[in-house]
């Protein structure tokens, strides 16, 4: 398999569930990104990975933790979410976090939609 | 505040041509990226300048014009399956993506 895999593709939970998101990328890649992507709006960066440090972490609510094992994988566990955190989650990989041109383009995974009830 | 502006929606007719704008506000610039993304699928690189001109890939020319803020896609001979989201980013002097919300372009017959 190729490119960045994310599982699962769709997930609907209640509040109170913990369930997590998890993403794989066969690049060789050093650095990786959990982006939400909302409706009409731009993609909001939520954390970065960089050779599995965590070099970010934009303010995010902490009902969501990232956990990177390793370079190739990447998690969002989620707990007690609410409504307003329905949307799309999409990881990202790049070669680097720093520098211009190439190491900074992304290969995205095809996301995992999230529907809170 | 930094920001990035493209048009919402556009819609265009099949073999023509479409134009899609973007404007920005930064803090310093280090490139200008532009993704495709189709519905339910993931976002896939098109075209990175960082240079002001012109670069061309195929039907696909992305334009970059740095005093004035703005860059362009260019998109010939209009297939259907260029119906699809076009996200405009711009990496910041700290290389920080900053990304507009992106251009839905609908093809028409």
């Known amino acids: 398999e190729t490119g960045v895999t994310q599982t699962p593709r769709h997930l609907v939970m209640g509040m109170t569930n913990k369930k997590s998101l998890k993403c794989e990328q066969h690049l060789g890649h050093n650095a990786m990104y959990w982006y939400k992507q909302s409706a009409k709006k731009p993609l909001e960066l939520m954390f970065v990975y960089n050779f599995k440090e965590q070099t970010e972490n934009n303010s995010v609510p902490s009902r969501f933790s990232p956990e990177c094992p390793n370079s190739s994988h990447l998690f969002l566990h989620l707990h007690t979410l609410q409504p307003e955190d329905s949307a799309l989650y999409l990881c990202a990989s790049s070669q680097d976090h720093e520098g211009a041109s190439g190491a900074n383009v992304l290969t995205f995974g095809a996301g995992s939609r999230l529907t809170v009830l | ?109």
């Open chain 2, 1 to 109: 505040g930094q920001n990035i502006d493209q048009p919402t929606e556009m819609t265009a007719t099949e073999g023509a041509i479409v134009q899609i704008n973007c404007t920005y506000q930064t803090s310093g610039f280090n490139g200008l990226f532009w993704y495709q993304q189709h519905a339910g699928e993931a976002p896939t690189f098109l075209s990175y300048n960082v240079l002001d001109g012109l670069e061309e890939k195929g039907r696909f020319s992305s334009f970059l014009s740095r005093s004035k803020g703005y860059s362009y896609l260019l998109l010939k001979e209009l297939q259907m399956k260029d119906s699809a989201s076009y996200l405009c980013a711009v990496l910041d002097s700290n290389y920080q993506l900053i990304w507009g919300a992106g251009t839905k372009l609908i093809i028409k017959p």
